[in-house]
C-alpha cells in the first residue's frame, strides 16, 4: 500500500470551484457538533453528507478513494478496538459506543480529505493570505513544505531499494522488519532534515524573511457558491442534531 503524499487534484475537479477558506470554514459547523455530540446518528447524518461530496473531488473510484483514506479507517477501526476492549474491561457499552466513536473519527477526518483531494496548495496559501491574512511568511513556507511532501515516498522507496541492492532483507523474521523499518525511517528523516534546511536558506536568500510585505499576484475571490458551500455544511449540521434529538439519540458528551 502506497502512502497517501499527493497532494492537490491531478486536474481540476467540481469541488476546486470552492474557495479553500470555505471549505476551511464549513469545519467550523462541523467540528463543534462532531465534538459535542456523543450519540451514533448525528456522525453518521455527517458523514453522508460528506461521502455524497467524494465524487465531485474526484474520489468516485474505489481504489483512489483506498489510497486516500486508508490510513484513516485503520485509525477509525483501531479507536473501535480500543474503546471495546477498555469498555468493556470497565463495564462499558462495548460495541454500540464504539461503532459510534469510529463513526465520528470518520466524519471528523474525512472534510480534511475532500480539502487535499480537491484543493491545489497555492490556491490554499493565496487564499489564507488574502482572506485571512495569514503571514506569507507562514503560508508560503508551509506551501513550499507540502511541495516537497510527495518526494517522501519516491526517497523512502529508493532507500529501501538501496538497502535491499546491499542484500539487506528482513525475511520474515518480524524483529528484522522492526529494525529496517526504524533504520529506514531514519534514514528519511535525516534527509528531510537536510532539505529543509536547504530550502529555509534559498527562501531566506530570496527575501521571504526580510519583513516586506508581499503583494499576491493571483488573488483569491470569494464568491456566491462560497456562501452557499458554508450554508450547506451549516444546514447538514443543523438537520443532523434534530434529527437525533427527534429520534431520541441526541447524547451530548459535555452533558455526560
Same mark, same amino acid.
Given at each position: 500500500m502506497s502512502l497517501p503524499l499527493s497532494l492537490?487534484? /491531478?486536474?481540476?475537479? *467540481?469541488?476546486?470551484?470552492?474557495?479553500p477558506v470555505a471549505q476551511l470554514g464549513a469545519l467550523g459547523f462541523v467540528l463543534p457538533v462532531? =465534538?459535542?455530540? +456523543?450519540?451514533?446518528?448525528?456522525?453518521?447524518?455527517?458523514?453522508?453528507?460528506?461521502?455524497?461530496?467524494? *465524487?465531485?473531488?474526484?474520489?468516485?473510484?474505489p481504489r483512489a478513494l483506498l489510497a486516500r483514506t486508508w490510513p484513516l479507517l485503520l485509525g477509525a477501526a483501531g479507536v473501535a478496538w480500543v474503546n471495546v476492549l477498555f469498555g468493556d474491561a470497565s463495564g +462499558?457499552? +462495548?460495541?454500540?459506543?464504539?461503532?459510534?466513536?469510529?463513526v465520528r473519527v470518520l466524519a471528523l477526518a474525512l472534510p480534511g480529505v475532500l480539502l487535499v483531494a480537491s $484543493?491545489?496548495?497555492?490556491? =490554499?496559501?493565496?487564499?489564507?493570505?488574502?482572506?485571512?491574512?495569514?503571514? $506569507?511568511? &507562514? !503560508?508560503? %513556507?508551509?506551501? !513550499?513544505?507540502?511541495?516537497?511532501?510527495?518526494?517522501? #515516498?519516491?526517497?523512502?522507496?529508493?532507500? @529501501?531499494? #538501496? @538497502? @535491499?541492492?546491499?542484500g539487506i532483507e528482513p525475511g520474515r523474521n518480524p524483529v528484522a522488519h522492526a529494525r529496517l523499518f526504524a533504520g529506514t525511517a531514519f534514514a528519511l528523516l535525516v534527509a528531510a532534515v537536510r532539505r529543509g534546511t536547504r530550502l529555509a536558506t /534559498?527562501?531566506?536568500?530570496?527575501? &521571504?524573511?526580510? %519583513?516586506v510585505e508581499r503583494s499576491n499576484a493571483r488573488g483569491s475571490r470569494?464568491?456566491?457558491?462560497? !456562501? +452557499?458551500?458554508?450554508?450547506?455544511?451549516?444546514?447538514?449540521?443543523?438537520?443532523?442534531?434534530?434529527v437525533s434529538v427527534r429520534a431520541g439519540d441526541w447524547h451530548p458528551v459535555l452533558g455526560g
Open positions: 492537490g487534484p /491531478a486536474r481540476p475537479v *467540481p469541488l476546486s470551484s470552492i474557495n462532531l =465534538l459535542v455530540s +456523543g450519540g451514533l446518528l448525528t456522525p453518521l447524518i455527517v458523514l453522508a453528507a460528506e461521502v455524497c461530496l467524494l *465524487p465531485a473531488a474526484g474520489l468516485a473510484r +462499558g457499552s +462495548g460495541w454500540p459506543s464504539a461503532i459510534a466513536l469510529a $484543493t491545489d496548495p497555492v490556491r =490554499l496559501a493565496d487564499a489564507l493570505t488574502v482572506h485571512w491574512r495569514v503571514s $506569507t511568511r &507562514f !503560508a508560503y %513556507g508551509a506551501l !513550499a513544505a507540502l511541495r516537497l511532501v510527495p518526494l517522501l #515516498a519516491t526517497e523512502w522507496q529508493t532507500i @529501501r531499494l #538501496a @538497502r @535491499r541492492a546491499r /534559498a527562501m531566506d536568500a530570496r527575501g &521571504f524573511d526580510s %519583513g470569494l464568491r456566491l457558491r462560497d !456562501a +452557499g458551500y458554508l450554508g450547506g455544511a451549516a444546514l447538514v449540521c443543523l438537520l443532523a442534531v434534530l
